[in-house]
């Protein structure tokens, strides 16, 4: 049945051109929007209208990601302004504020670790994430630091100089832990600091993981000097430890440049035909304070080898201010917009007074004009060839080469694990994304089951599932993993052969366009995220029971499964009574291997939170009137078990739901 819903821009030629016609040469920002009135991309430029129609050529070679984006585009607006800079500024405000799907440069593969400092709590926390969250916008990130050993290691020391909330729950009702007494914590968990002192303590941690070290020395070393002179001896020798603590972190750094009263920032790119390593080296009074690394996308598009080079030579290496062009990208458009995202998502005080670059950019002088405006001073960007600067961003090119080149080893490896197991397997085509699936119980109490996901022989945890077995006959005393093994592969795969038939006639259904643009995930899988292998963690007796499922549902000829057995890592294919004739150290075993690890660790893990969780309430189940959500209630105030059972009448009545007389009988079980 044909859709009456209005047709994307690029099917409707008429439109599409009086909509162009519409738009002004002029700087400014644009903005297209889905079907849905949603935005999906914002983007700037000097000359609008010839922007906006460079994603309609046909000449024009595109990436996949925005020439799907492209089918989409429904509507286009745009907002005027009157210089670049303005632009640029206005389009930084308008991503940080809607967030378009297709807005994303950098890849957030949780490759490289964040630090985050919860500013939108009322005692914010400290702590190492591998994704930056899309929550409180007072939420502050600093990062993707490279050296994750060095971020831990200067978040313990911090932690060993600052009396910072040290855990996430209170340890006790009443009463501060250890770190209190040691001078490790001021008592947050109690409320013995108020928020705003505790915010003094944050700030200056803060300072340290914006580069701003010495200018904190120099707040600290004053205040010392003045506790010593009001004879108040404690304060002073504890400001006397933070400076020297704040002083190691510092020591040992090899890097030093001449003019140590200038803050800059040095960045430079390796890459090679798909991906481009990004290192950006921040310089503070002359030593370095962080490495940041970022990982970009290269639009792909058929390299052109010259005469007598190989594909293999062919990089983004061109000499310094030749734009570095490879396969239709300027190395210089990559790094600008590097640059825009990392700054954008930073302080004014973050901000450096210099910037070398590897390339040059190509709109560098509206970069330092926005810079400049944030920063309330002037940020050079500059484009170092001869001396000190110029052997500056040759290490952090030298670096950037050193991670390209350990990312294409592992990529290396696990293609060859990937070509491997598609010849064992014989699989027309080599397994981008396999799929394992683990059963975990004790004799039958507590099961679950797990899925993990491996895309291009990584994981990929953000598609990984937990699964709580619903089958009644699986219970304590009864265990059935061939049952719980059924269940899950039915749950996971129903909708499948629902949705190929509802697929559109431009090739993607209306489930997978939500998807795609919202981040969201399903259970039930789409096109998209078919499994070009299954593998479950078992003998020949898993592989019949899901086997005997998938034929059921008409889907055994669509999904190519294969069992992998514990002991002698043998592999079972469906129909076959004997396993393969394999050596446990190929590539492609040793990937399943991973799979299956990975599996089992993920299925344990959910069974051992749930066991506790129950075994947390089973006492709790015996008392008379005490239902499931006053459970929660009272576990929720009272932590544990152990201090509930110490409170008094008193105490339980404070809990919303808990009566006086419930509050009586609860302290009467636990005081017969």
Known sequence: MPSTKTLPLVKDSERLESRLKEIPAVPGVYLMRDESDRILYIGKSKKLRNRVRSYFRESQNLSPRIAMMVQQVREIEFIATDTEAEALALE????????????????????????????????????????????????????????????????????????????????????????????????????????????????????????????????????????????????????????????????????????????????????????????????????????????????????????????????????????????????????????????????????????????????????????????????????????????????????????????????????????????????????????????????????????????????????????????????????DDFASLAEVIGRRFRGLKEEERGKREDGFSDLEEQKELSNLSSDSPTISDKPDLIMIDGGKGQLSAVVAVLREMNLLEELRVVSLAKQREEIFLPGESLPLQTNSEQPGVQLLRRVRDEAHRFAVSFHRDRRSERMKRSRLDEIPGLGHHRQKQLLAHFRSIDYLRLATPEQLAEVSGIGPRLAQQIYDYFHP
């Not at 007494?181 to 340290?208: F, N, W």
């Not at 950006?280 to 639009?299: D, H, K, N, S, Y």
């Not at 080893?409 to 293609?415: A, V």
């Open 92 to 479: 930084a405000n308008l991503v940080k504020q809607h967030q378009p799907y297709f807005n994303v440069l950098l890849k957030d593969d949780k490759k490289y670790p964040y630090l985050c400092i919860t500013w939108s709590e009322e005692y914010p926390r400290i702590f190492i994430t591998r994704k930056r969250r899309a929550g409180s916008a007072k939420d502050r990130y600093y990062g993707p630091y490279v050296d994750t050993g060095a971020l831990r290691s200067t978040l313990h020391l911090i932690k060993r100089i600052f009396p910072l909330r040290q855990r996430p729950q209170p340890l006790f009702k009443d009463r501060p832990c250890l770190n209190y007494d040691i001078g490790r914590c001021v008592g947050v968990c109690q409320g013995l600091t108020s928020p705003e002192e505790y915010h003094k303590i944050i700030q200056k941690v803060a300072m340290i993981f914006q580069g701003r070290t010495q200018e904190l020395l120099d707040i600290l070393e004053p205040q010392m000097e003045e506790a010593a002179e009001d004879l108040n001896f404690e304060t002073a020798a504890r400001i006397r430890d933070q400076i020297k603590g704040l002083q190691s972190l510092s020591a040992g750094q090899k890097v030093s440049l001449p003019d140590d009263t200038v803050s800059r920032d040095a960045i430079a790119l390796a890459a090679d035909t798909q991906h481009a390593c990004v290192q950006l080296f921040q310089i503070r009074a002359g030593q370095l304070v962080g490495r940041l690394g970022f990982m970009a996308e290269i639009p792909a598009q058929p390299p052109v080898a010259k005469e007598g080079q190989e594909l293999s030579q062919l990089s983004l290496s061109s000499p310094p201010g030749q734009g570095g062009e490879r396969g239709g990208v300027e190395a210089g458009a990559i790094l600008q917009r590097v640059l825009e995202e990392h700054y954008q998502n930073v302080e004014s005080v973050e901000i450096p007074s210099e910037i070398s670059v590897q390339y040059e950019l190509p709109e560098a002088e509206i970069l330092a004009d926005w810079l400049s405006n944030r920063k309330g001073r002037k940020v050079t960007i500059l484009t170092p060839q001869r001396q000190t600067k110029a052997e500056l961003i040759e290490m952090v090119e030298r670096n950037a080469e050193y991670e390209l080149a350990r990312m294409q080893r592992l990529s290396d490896r696990n293609s060859q694990a990937m070509e491997d197991l598609a010849e064992i397997l014989d699989l027309p085509e080599v397994p981008r994304r396999i799929e394992g699936y683990d059963i975990s119980h004790i004799q039958g109490s507590d099961a679950v089951a797990s899925r993990v996901v491996f895309i291009d022989g990584l994981p990929a945890n953000q598609h990984y599932r937990h699964y709580k077995i619903k089958n009644p006959e699986i219970k304590s005393g009864h265990s």
